[in-house]
């Protein structure tokens, strides 16, 4: 071997001398922090900062609630670290049991909180629903209210006319007659449940012009709770102007078909003697629609009352007193009116 060779040996042996003893420096000192991080983690220290840590995270999370779910996870992190620290002493473990259950504490808060929130805007939206429905409902009374001053400004022109006589008058306008609505089952090959809606009358002078409006106030309501339009189901609309006594007449306007076993209509009709106003209600009981029916009559002679309560038998009572609305006009004058 050269003498260059033998000093290239000399100095590889040196390094490599040199590199061991670092790589044995450097794994000691490596076991050596391992050691400490180990012994650190086991001591009490290690156990109070922890504790400190999620005593101030629940302190944060006590004064600004999390959304539900969030201290749950923190509740899990902390029930971790408790079995990763297998020799804590027993004041230890009744820290971190308090822990638990302070977070524990915040996730109820928190729920109960989002729950109540939930129920603010339903609160809120249930008002708005209301509030829709009470500007139909205006709107609705300011139009009949413009259809009762029309229809007054026609009467006080008839009353006007040299030599015509009560009597002609009240076979021209229909005296004090009045219409209704019924809502009947019968036979003839329709399909279960179907109800027959027909026009009927009481008053021996003939009426003209009758304008009916009936609301479905069932369905309006489940409308306006899904924000829907109203459509012809809700509110239905019928006009006859030719002059016919409506006394022991039936005449049919539609039929349908209600899935509830109890319905609620209002129906709105006006002639050119007056403004009636029915409240109907409907039961099916025995595979019939029975009908529960008051009927308000405004006269343009001022007369005004009560002018029909027709209750089936078999109605439940129990649905009528539990309506407000159908005791509405229970301090109105009973009428009676003429039919011969």
Not at 86 to 113: N, P, T, Y
Not at 149 to 170: C, N, P
């Amino acid at each position: 071997m050269s003498r260059k060779n033998r000093r290239r040996s000399v100095r590889f042996l040196e390094f490599a001398k040199v590199g061991s003893m670092r790589w044995i420096w450097r794994s000691g000192m490596l076991s050596s922090a391992r050691l400490k991080a180990e012994a650190f983690w086991k001591s009490g220290l290690a156990g109070i900062l922890l504790i400190l840590i999620f005593l101030t995270i629940a302190g944060y999370l006590h004064y600004y609630i999390p959304s539900p779910g969030k201290a749950v996870a923190a509740l899990a992190i902390a029930a971790a670290i408790m079995t990763l620290r297998q020799d804590m002493s027993g004041l230890e473990k009744f820290f971190w049991m308090g822990v638990l259950f302070v977070f524990l504490f915040i996730e109820v808060r928190s729920i109960d909180k989002d729950r109540a929130a939930n129920d603010e805007k339903f609160f809120q939206a249930s008002q708005k629903q209301d509030q829709s429905f009470a500007v139909v409902l205006k709107q609705n009374q300011t139009d009949f209210n413009e259809t009762i001053s029309r229809l007054d400004t026609a009467r006080r022109s008839m009353d006007s006319i040299s030599g015509t006589t009560q009597r002609t008058l009240s076979d021209i306008s229909g005296g004090h007659s009045f219409c209704y609505i019924e809502m009947r089952t019968f036979g003839g090959g329709l399909p279960e449940r179907t109800a027959v809606v027909a026009l009927l009358g009481k008053g021996k002078d003939p009426l003209s012009s009758v304008d009916i409006r009936i609301a479905d106030i069932d369905e309006m309501y489940r409308r306006m709770a899904a924000k829907m339009p109203m459509s012809s189901e809700s509110d239905r609309h019928f006009y006859f102007q030719e002059r016919i006594r409506y006394t022991g007449l039936f005449r049919q306007l539609y039929t349908f078909k209600p899935e509830q076993e109890t319905k609620t209509f209002n129906v709105f009709l006006r002639a050119l003697n007056g403004i009636f106003t029915e409240r109907l209600r409907l039961r099916y009981v025995n595979k019939t629609w029975l009908n529960a029916i008051r009927v308000e009559v405004s006269y343009y002679d001022k007369t005004m009352g009560l002018a029909l309560e027709q209750v089936d038998k078999g109605f439940p009572v129990e649905i009528l007193k539990a309506d407000k609305d159908w005791h509405a006009i229970d301090h109105l004058k009973r009428i009676t009116v003429p039919e011969n």
